[in-house]
């Protein structure tokens, strides 16, 4: 027996309509991705009658590309109609399928790099999916400046775990990393004009990673970031001398997205995100949100990715237009920030049937109740989770909406019993 508390049938119907109302203002919709794979699914007979979940996967064995679909489906004629297919039930009624299609290379990369509804910016990052990018991202690598403002280095060691690409082959095979005030061996005056050299050596040709929020307040000092010719140099100062010279900026964290943390309610430095400073000062380079506290590896380098592919292929201006197209009304990438978190939650059943968590130790039930933001946020993290696909923030505790415009504040309190 569930040990979490069963709610009545109006009770139950009052969380849901509360839930879908949230859901409404965050601007759920079907992600694009999973419409996508449902549709090339629905024409496959293997699949006939089932609705496609989130589930799925993209795998390639060494001898040729392959599409593996792993599909967490529920029949459309109820759980009887999947009894003869002798799979066994899980607990929630969904069943399993598996089915394989071949695709050419070219159908692959355009299944990997293609617009919103482009199936697998999502799930880019198997080998061979790196592999049919190798035509697109020849020749120098681009370079690529990590600026640390008001944060907590907490959105580098993020990408610092990512796995697939590893780390090291982003570094060493995708992107340049020419400054990175916490993994860099240069420091103070030199690299900060080793810096300028590579911006001046590539005008219009590189990118910012801003980590952190942004302050001009007191000319900005509340956030100093090193020094040259004995002068201070701001957070602020740098990115008005770089950023009109960059081909786009990724802001990566809530903080530097939306102000995040840095900002919340009491801060006293101003800070604010790239967006919101671009806007102040008149600075018009694209700025791509990549928000979350911290944002999963696999935003950072898969936005990342595509931004290069799309530029390799298209060319400055019609490439980086194609990434703005990707972006929702937050500026964030639409293949990874169009789901609601809490329609694709695996224990949104036991949302739908009433039974609801009374502490954060019971597991067995939904957490709605103990104040989970679910229902405001968009992300796929239900699908990607993280640590190597271990475990996800609602798996331990809840979601505090940490990639929506109004975290913190709009999100608070954090845990509450409703």
Same mark, same amino acid.
Request: glycine letters at 12%.
């Given at each position: 027996?569930?040990?979490?508390?069963?709610? $009545?049938?109006?009770?139950?119907?009052?969380?849901?309509?509360?839930?879908?109302?949230?859901?409404?203002?965050? @601007?759920?919709?079907?992600?694009?991705?999973?419409?996508?794979?449902?549709?090339?699914?629905?024409?496959?007979?293997?699949?006939?009658?089932?609705?496609?979940?989130?589930?799925?996967?993209?795998?390639?064995?060494?001898?040729?590309?392959?599409?593996?679909?792993?599909?967490?489906?529920?029949?459309?004629?109820?759980?009887?109609?999947?009894?003869?297919?002798?799979?066994?039930?899980?607990?929630?009624?969904? +069943?399993?399928?598996?089915?394989?299609?071949?695709?050419?290379?070219?159908?692959?990369?355009?299944?990997?790099? @293609?617009?919103?509804?482009?199936?697998?910016?999502?799930?880019?990052?198997?080998?061979?999916?790196?592999?049919?990018?190798?035509?697109?991202? $020849?020749? #120098?690598?681009?370079?690529?400046?990590?600026?640390?403002?008001?944060?907590?280095?907490?959105?580098?060691?993020?990408?610092?775990?990512?796995?697939?690409?590893?780390?090291?082959?982003?570094?060493?095979?995708?992107?340049?990393?020419?400054?990175?005030?916490?993994?860099?061996?240069?420091?103070?005056?030199?690299?900060?004009?080793?810096?300028?050299?590579?911006?001046?050596?590539?005008? @219009?040709?590189?990118?910012?990673?801003?980590?952190?929020?942004?302050?001009?307040?007191?000319?900005?000092?509340?956030?100093?970031?090193?020094?040259?010719?004995?002068?201070?140099?701001?957070?602020?100062?740098?990115?008005?001398?770089?950023?009109?010279?960059?081909?786009?900026?990724?802001?990566?964290?809530?903080?530097?997205?939306?102000?995040?943390?840095?900002? /919340?309610? @009491?801060?006293?430095?101003?800070?604010?995100?790239?967006?919101?400073?671009?806007?102040?000062?008149?600075?018009?380079?694209?700025?791509?949100?990549?928000?979350?506290?911290?944002?999963?590896?696999?935003?950072?380098?898969?936005?990342?990715?595509? /931004?290069?592919?799309?530029?390799?292929?298209?060319?400055?201006?019609?490439?980086?237009?194609?990434?703005?197209?990707?972006?929702?009304?937050?500026?964030?990438?639409?293949?990874?920030?169009?789901?609601?978190?809490? #329609?694709?939650?695996?224990?949104?059943?036991?949302?739908?049937?009433?039974?609801?968590? #009374?502490?954060?130790?019971?597991?067995?039930?939904?957490?709605?109740?103990?104040?989970?933001?679910?229902?405001?946020?968009?992300?796929? !993290?239900?699908?990607?989770?993280?640590?190597?696909?271990?475990?996800?923030?609602?798996?331990?505790?809840?979601?505090?909406?940490?990639?929506?415009?109004?975290?913190?504040?709009?999100? !608070?309190? +954090?845990?509450?019993?409703?």
């Amino acid at each position: 027996m569930r040990s979490g508390r069963k709610v $009545t049938r109006s009770g139950a119907f009052g969380r849901r309509s509360r839930a879908k109302a949230h859901a409404a203002r965050a @601007g759920a919709k079907p992600c694009g991705t999973h419409s996508a794979i449902s549709t090339i699914l629905q024409q496959r007979p293997f699949f006939n009658d089932w609705q496609i979940s989130p589930g799925y996967g993209i795998y390639a064995p060494l001898s040729g590309l392959e599409l593996k679909i792993h599909a967490e489906a529920r029949p459309f004629h109820g759980p009887d109609a999947a009894k003869t297919t002798g799979l066994q039930c899980r607990p929630n009624g969904i +069943f399993c399928k598996e089915q394989s299609m071949s695709l050419s290379r070219r159908d692959f990369v355009k299944l990997c790099t @293609g617009t919103a509804a482009g199936y697998g910016v999502s799930r880019m990052f198997h080998p061979a999916v790196r592999e049919a990018l190798a035509g697109t991202l $020849t020749g #120098e690598l681009p370079p690529v400046f990590w600026l640390q403002g008001q944060g907590c280095t907490g959105c580098s060691v993020s990408i610092l775990n990512s796995m697939h690409p590893a780390i090291a082959e982003v570094l060493l095979k995708i992107i340049s990393l020419d400054f990175h005030p916490t993994i860099m061996a240069d420091e103070g005056a030199p690299a900060i004009e080793f810096m300028r050299r590579r911006a001046r050596e590539n005008d @219009g040709g590189f990118f910012i990673v801003v980590e952190g929020a942004v302050s001009d307040l007191e000319g900005g000092r509340y956030c100093v970031i090193g020094e040259s010719g004995h002068e201070e140099i701001t957070m602020s100062s740098m990115l008005k001398e770089l950023a009109p010279h960059a081909a786009a900026v990724l802001a990566v964290g809530a903080c530097a997205a939306y102000g995040g943390v840095s900002a /919340a309610r @009491g801060a006293v430095t101003g800070a604010m995100g790239v967006g919101a400073f671009f806007g102040k000062h008149g600075i018009a380079t694209p700025v791509v949100n990549i928000p979350g506290c911290p944002p999963h590896p696999d935003w950072m380098v898969g936005t990342l990715l595509v /931004a290069l592919d799309a530029v390799k292929r298209d060319g400055l201006e019609k490439g980086l237009a194609s990434v703005v197209a990707l972006l929702d009304e937050d500026g964030r990438p639409k293949p990874f920030y169009g789901a609601n978190t809490h #329609e694709n939650c695996p224990y949104l059943y036991l949302f739908d049937e009433g039974v609801f968590s #009374e502490k954060m130790t019971d597991k067995s039930g939904c957490r709605y109740d103990l104040g989970c933001k679910g229902p405001f946020a968009m992300c796929d !993290s239900p699908v990607r989770r993280w640590n190597g696909r271990v475990n996800w923030c609602v798996e331990n505790a809840v979601c505090i909406g940490c990639v929506q415009p109004d975290f913190p504040d709009g999100q !608070s309190p +954090f845990y509450e019993q409703r």
